[in-house]
């Protein structure tokens, strides 16, 4: 464990996290890497089900080493009025609340924005949903994947002939924490210029500058990545169909197979670049043709294009190919595993593994921290922290004592 001194970008910002699985709590991690002190209430039952997701290591999964990292671990029970009460100190103390509970849940233990906000005008809250905190869908559980299918993503994932396919990962989830992020940044520019953060005070004594509510439906998130979907639509009638592995109108952009069966990524779409690649692969015919000089002109002719790739990819081994196609600077890539990623040069020269240890000596690699800032990057101070690490630490600060946490702890309050 690294120095738990609050250092980064964000040093001096508290989160208060109150959400559980991925996407408010990727929100908050993106906070904590850059030097949040974030606070993470968790439920003295058994915690946030990330825990216990996918692969784990003495009962805990490994995801839960990066997506809590840097966090504070406090339990606490929202549906004690004494838990509701230490979360609502919590939350008017801080300078951003992530959540991502159905709506009304936060209102119903009186932590609702509408209430914080009543108290300390200057409160920022992030809400992450499924469907966001209006409409006629608003009460109706949400998860990544029905974003990703109601946002427009599935439906053009997969090849025509198949049924739509889902990302390798969360992909809805992690999207829509970004834009918590980013709403959450400029909530806090704008409260920093119109006032400043609540001094505690409130009558003629207040002084606040402006928070705000940033409403992150996942679906909506999910939408907002969709390109010229709605334009194309709306101006030509036009509706985006699978494509497989290709860019549609975009040629040539797809996946082909090398001789040996590996797979490579070839993006040849641009117009000197195309001229590059047909020269490439000695076909000068392809590369002289001045109906294809264009993508206007290339896209109808995507399947004679594209079989000609593949034509040359299979008399090729991929370390072959990628060395032609990068000698010719082409835009040409292998689809990387884990395995590839963790021995390749690239990834190693910019120090996309950190290395780290669990509380037993067990060695483990994390992803590093990005994006990479010049001045004051990231850092992972610590992994992520056992159920309740910080209970006490946290109620002190609230002023609680031995005996009244005692007390708490008795009770089944934390």
Same mark, same amino acid.
């Given at each position: 464990?690294k120095?738990?001194?609050?250092?980064?970008?964000?040093?001096?910002?508290?989160?208060?996290?109150?959400?559980?699985?991925?996407?408010?709590?990727?929100?908050?991690?993106?906070?904590?890497?850059?030097?949040?002190?974030?606070?993470?209430?968790?439920?003295?039952?058994?915690?946030?089900?990330?825990?216990?997701?996918?692969?784990?290591?003495?009962?805990?999964?490994?995801?839960?080493?990066?997506?809590?990292r840097?966090k504070?671990?406090?339990?606490?029970?929202?549906?004690?009025?004494?838990?509701?009460?230490?979360?609502r100190?919590?939350?008017?103390?801080a300078?951003?609340?992530?959540?991502?509970?159905?709506?009304?849940?936060l209102?119903?233990?009186?932590l609702?924005?509408?209430?914080?906000?009543?108290?300390?005008?200057?409160?920022?809250?992030?809400?992450?949903?499924?469907?966001?905190?209006?409409g006629?869908?608003?009460?109706?559980?949400?998860?990544?994947?029905?974003?990703?299918s @109601?946002?427009?993503?599935?439906?053009?994932?997969?090849?025509?002939d *198949?049924? %739509?396919l889902? =990302?390798? $990962?969360?992909?809805?989830?992690?999207v829509?924490?970004?834009?918590?992020?980013?709403?959450?940044?400029?909530?806090?520019?704008?409260?920093?210029?119109?006032?400043?953060?609540?001094?505690?005070?409130?009558?003629?004594?207040l002084?606040?500058?402006q928070?705000?509510?940033i409403?992150?439906?996942?679906?909506?998130?999910?939408?907002?990545m969709m390109?010229?979907?709605?334009?194309?639509?709306?101006?030509?009638?036009?509706?985006?169909?699978?494509?497989?592995?290709?860019?549609?109108?975009?040629?040539?952009?797809?996946?082909?197979?090398?001789?040996?069966?590996?797979?490579?990524?070839?993006?040849?779409?641009g117009?000197a670049?195309?001229?590059?690649?047909?020269?490439?692969m000695?076909?000068?015919? @392809?590369?002289?043709?001045?109906?294809?000089?264009?993508?206007?002109? *290339?896209? %109808?002719r995507? =399947?004679? $294009?594209d079989?000609a790739?593949?034509?040359?990819?299979?008399?090729?081994t991929?370390?072959?190919?990628?060395?032609?196609?990068?000698k010719?600077?082409?835009?040409?890539?292998?689809?990387?595993?884990?395995r590839?990623?963790?021995?390749?040069?690239q990834?190693?020269?910019?120090?996309?593994f950190?290395?780290?240890?669990?509380?037993d000596?067990?060695?483990?690699?994390?992803?590093?921290?990005?994006?990479?800032?010049?001045?004051?990057?990231?850092?992972?101070?610590?992994?992520?922290?056992?159920?309740g690490?910080h209970?006490?630490?946290?109620?002190?600060t609230?002023?609680y004592?031995d005996?009244g946490?005692a007390a708490?702890?008795?009770?089944?309050?934390?």
């Amino acid at each position: 464990m690294k120095n738990t001194a609050s250092s980064g970008p964000l040093a001096g910002i508290k989160v208060l996290e109150l959400g559980t699985l991925i996407a408010g709590p990727f929100c908050s991690r993106m906070l904590a890497e850059f030097g949040a002190d974030v606070i993470k209430i968790e439920s003295p039952d058994g915690g946030d089900p990330i825990r216990q997701w996918r692969v784990l290591k003495d009962g805990t999964s490994l995801w839960w080493s990066v997506q809590a990292r840097n966090k504070k671990s406090l339990t606490l029970n929202l549906k004690d009025l004494r838990g509701q009460e230490i979360a609502r100190q919590l939350a008017l103390e801080a300078d951003i609340i992530i959540e991502n509970y159905r709506p009304g849940v936060l209102e119903k233990w009186s932590l609702g924005y509408e209430q914080l906000k009543a108290i300390n005008p200057a409160t920022i809250m992030v809400r992450l949903s499924g469907f966001g905190q209006t409409g006629p869908l608003k009460d109706q559980p949400g998860f990544g994947a029905i974003g990703e299918s @109601m946002g427009g993503l599935r439906y053009v994932s997969g090849f025509p002939d *198949r049924p %739509p396919l889902r =990302v390798g $990962i969360s992909i809805g989830d992690s999207v829509a924490a970004l834009h918590g992020v980013i709403g959450a940044m400029m909530a806090l520019r704008h409260r920093d210029v119109t006032g400043g953060k609540w001094n505690g005070k409130s009558g003629d004594e207040l002084v606040a500058g402006q928070g705000q509510m940033i409403d992150v439906a996942l679906y909506e998130a999910v939408f907002n990545m969709m390109e010229s979907l709605v334009p194309e639509y709306d101006v030509a009638g036009v509706v985006r169909e699978r494509t497989g592995g290709a860019l549609p109108g975009i040629v040539p952009s797809n996946t082909y197979t090398t001789g040996d069966g590996e797979n490579i990524v070839i993006a040849g779409n641009g117009d000197a670049i195309f001229k590059r690649l047909m020269l490439a692969m000695k076909r000068d015919d @392809m590369a002289n043709d001045p109906q294809l000089a264009r993508n206007d002109g *290339r896209v %109808p002719r995507t =399947v004679e $294009i594209d079989e000609a790739i593949q034509s040359w990819c299979a008399t090729q081994t991929i370390e072959s190919a990628l060395d032609i196609l990068q000698k010719a600077d082409v835009p040409v890539g292998k689809i990387y595993s884990v395995r590839d990623m963790m021995s390749d040069p690239q990834f190693l020269a910019r120090r996309m593994f950190e290395q780290h240890a669990f509380a037993d000596g067990t060695p483990v690699k994390l992803p590093a921290i990005t994006p990479k800032l010049s001045a004051t990057p990231g850092e992972t101070k610590w992994l992520g922290p056992a159920l309740g690490e910080h209970t006490d630490e946290v109620l002190r600060t609230l002023g609680y004592d031995d005996a009244g946490i005692a007390a708490l702890r008795r009770d089944g309050v934390v």
